[in-house]
């Protein structure tokens, strides 16, 4: 599986990335590490117009999960477990569900789910850096 480490200098640099990133996809879960405001929302705006979803992209920040429809009938699930405080709290909103859906399925702030997590996943870091630009990695 290909690695991808970058640096993210401009806003039109997302699409580029997504498309990179999608190229070198093999599985349905990418889970998101990255501090408030570091891009994890701009992220799924570009994947999300890559795939002509339907609907307009908000952080699932209060919501917890936003779906996602795509032209061909398939969904995409958007997590933001970030208010969650406990792994039974995401068993409760059914988070072994939308694992299993087969569906891609993007999760924020994962940290409490990475128990249930098998290796058959990806990892997106962002980090910002002193100057505002955006380090990325991902594999």
Same mark, same amino acid.
């Given at each position: 599986?290909?690695? =991808?480490?970058? $640096? =993210?200098?401009?806003?039109?640099? +997302? &699409?580029? %990335?997504?498309?990179?990133?999608?190229?070198?996809? *093999?599985?349905?879960?990418? $889970?998101?590490?990255?501090?408030?405001?570091? #891009? &994890?929302?701009?992220?799924? *705006?570009?994947?999300? !117009?890559?795939? /002509?979803? &339907?609907?307009q992209?908000?952080?699932?920040?209060?919501?917890? =999960?936003? !779906?996602?429809?795509?032209? @061909? #009938? &398939? *969904?995409?699930?958007? %997590?933001?477990?970030?208010?969650?405080?406990?792994?039974?709290?995401?068993?409760?909103? #059914?988070? @072994? @569900?939308?694992?299993?859906? #087969?569906? %891609?399925?993007?999760i924020? +702030?994962?940290?409490?789910?990475?128990? %249930?997590?098998d !290796? /058959?996943?990806?990892?997106?870091k =962002?980090?910002?850096l002193?100057?505002?630009?955006? *380090?990325i /990695?991902?594999?």
């Amino acid at each position: 599986m290909s690695q =991808i480490n970058t $640096i =993210i200098t401009e806003e039109n640099q +997302w &699409k580029n %990335l997504v498309s990179s990133l999608l190229e070198n996809m *093999k599985y349905s879960i990418l $889970i998101i590490y990255g501090d408030m405001g570091a #891009g &994890k929302t701009t992220f799924v *705006k570009y994947l999300m !117009e890559t795939f /002509n979803a &339907k609907n307009q992209v908000t952080s699932p920040t209060f919501s917890l =999960i936003n !779906e996602y429809q795509l032209p @061909e #009938g &398939k *969904k995409i699930y958007h %997590l933001d477990l970030y208010r969650l405080e406990t792994t039974e709290e995401a068993l409760n909103i #059914g988070i @072994e @569900e939308y694992l299993d859906s #087969g569906e %891609l399925i993007i999760i924020e +702030w994962p940290q409490l789910i990475e128990p %249930l997590l098998d !290796e /058959n996943h990806h990892t997106l870091k =962002i980090q910002v850096l002193p100057n505002q630009n955006r *380090k990325i /990695n991902f594999n």
